[in-house]
């Protein structure tokens, strides 16, 4: 199957969850596609692509953007630094608040993420664009580079291309 069949095929594996994690959210669920070996890998592949060698660190963001940051980086042969929530890292060098659909969080980062790093950062979803931004914002204030961003789905009547307009996107909802 050429590789444009296989992204076809990703998008049809995410699965829709109406009124989750509160009434009137339509819960976009990547966990068969996460399942699936073919979409999975031809997901992360997609969406490194524009940006490979001009990064050596994976940023993702808790908790979905881990593994598409964990399975990037490996394929990639670069590092990974994990952008958590707060209250979860030892030892946090920099935080960022930021809102999303249904919430206010705050993530932090640790000492590894270094100045001068070009960063790739990853999650699943785009939604209101809280959540990149703030990621974005996190690598900065630690004086490195966000080479680019990109997540599989957005969720594009919430409006975050407007927040983060540069961000690689596989697939829109
Ligand atoms: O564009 P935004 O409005 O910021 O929303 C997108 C974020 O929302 C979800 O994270 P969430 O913190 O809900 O959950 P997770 O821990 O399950 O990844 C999703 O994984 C994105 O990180
Ligand atoms: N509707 C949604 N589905 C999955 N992840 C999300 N993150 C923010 N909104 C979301």
């Known amino acids: 199957m050429s590789a444009t069949s296989e992204i076809a095929r990703a ?9 989750h994690p509160s009434p009137g959210v339509a819960f976009q669920d990547i966990t068969p596609l996460l399942a699936d070996a073919r979409a999975l890998r ?4 997609a969406l490194v692509a524009p940006f490979e060698g001009r990064f050596d660190l994976v940023a993702g ?27 979860r890292l030892p030892a946090p060098a920099a935080r960022a608040d930021y809102t999303l659909e249904y919430g206010t969080a705050s993530i932090e980062v640790s000492e590894d993420l270094r100045a001068g790093s070009r960063v790739l950062l990853l999650d699943d979803v785009l939604a209101t664009g809280g959540t990149l931004a703030a ?3 996190l690598i900065e204030a ?18 975050g291309r407007a927040v983060v307009p540069d961000t690689h996107v596989l697939f829109a909802a």
């Not at 953007?65 to 707060?86: D, E, I, Q, S, W």
Request: proline fraction near 3%.
């Open 11 to 19: 998008r049809s594996l995410i699965r829709v969850v109406p009124d």
């Open 42 to 45: 031809a997901c992360v592949e």
């Open 61 to 87: 963001l808790e908790a979905r953007g881990f593994l598409l940051a964990g399975a990037a980086a490996v394929l990639t042969g670069t590092g990974l630094v994990p952008l958590r929530k707060a209250g």
């Open 135 to 137: 990621g974005r914002r």
């Open 142 to 159: 630690r004086g490195a580079e966000v080479v680019g961003a990109a997540c599989l789905l957005e969720l594009t009547a919430l409006g």
